[in-house]
């Protein structure tokens, strides 16, 4: 079965800062991953995914991941941090059938002025 | 831009009570997921469905049910609520085919049972 590691619960970070989100993975196959954001009080949305090509992918509000699969890792970065990044984030890897997901257990993000 | 809905953004139950949580989605989705997340714990899957009157069990289903009459409507069920339900419950809608789509997430209901 498929499984998602993020090994940080909380990260602090001053703004304008640099950021990186640690996420590994289990999983046989060729992974399908997700990155997902959660503001407070709100549901997640999609960051970036990555399913096949180039390891790096980039994503929206200026983030990047890097597929490393010698290391099962899919790591988060974004070059400068904005007090609006502040939110909890996970990394999801698919499985095979009916779509569905696996969530890691979240890292949720302070940002500090 | 797909939406996905969710009856209430908070609710609070009595132990025993049935409780129904509805999510609707506008995007025609073939498939739709529950998940409850607590803390620590990430989101965990209750039930998912991948067509009308069609359900399968997700991770951890006791304690609950599901129903899909119509595909844009996919509803949870606590037959009898108890205190340990207490936590956030998400709706998420994706479409199927070859390969793996992205899930469109409501915005949560938040669910105390007293």
């Known amino acids: 079965a498929q499984s998602v590691t993020q090994p940080d619960i909380h990260i602090t970070v001053s703004e304008g800062a640099s950021l990186e989100l640690r996420c590994n993975y289990s999983?046989?196959?060729?992974?399908?991953l997700f990155w997902y954001v959660q503001s407070p009080g709100q549901g997640l949305q999609l960051l970036l995914k990555?399913?096949?090509?180039?390891?790096l992918v980039q994503g929206i509000k200026g983030f990047e991941a890097e597929f490393k699969r010698s290391q099962s890792s899919f790591n988060l970065r974004k070059p400068s941090v904005h007090w609006s990044d502040a939110a909890e984030y996970f990394c999801a890897v698919a499985s095979g059938g009916y779509q569905k997901v696996t969530f890691g257990t979240g890292t949720k993000l302070q940002v500090i002025p | 831009d797909v939406k996905v809905t969710q009856s209430s953004r908070y609710l609070v139950k009595r132990t025993g009570e049935k409780v129904f949580l509805e999510c609707v989605q506008d995007?025609?989705?073939?498939?739709m997921f529950w998940y409850r997340q607590d803390p620590g714990l990430g989101l965990r899957l209750i039930y998912f469905s991948y067509d009308v009157k069609m359900k399968e069990k997700g991770d951890i289903p006791e304690g609950y049910s599901v129903s899909r009459e119509k595909k844009e409507r996919f509803s949870l069920i606590l037959e009898s609520a108890s205190t340990n339900q207490t936590s956030m419950y998400l709706c998420?809608?994706?479409?199927?085919?070859?390969?793996?789509?992205?899930?469109?997430f409501g915005p949560g209901t938040r669910l105390t049972v007293t």
């Open positions: 998420a809608s994706s479409e199927t085919g070859t390969g793996f789509y992205e899930q469109y």
């Open positions: 995007m025609d989705h073939e498939n």
């Open positions: 999983y046989g196959a060729t992974p399908y």
């Open positions: 990555y399913f096949s090509g180039d390891t």
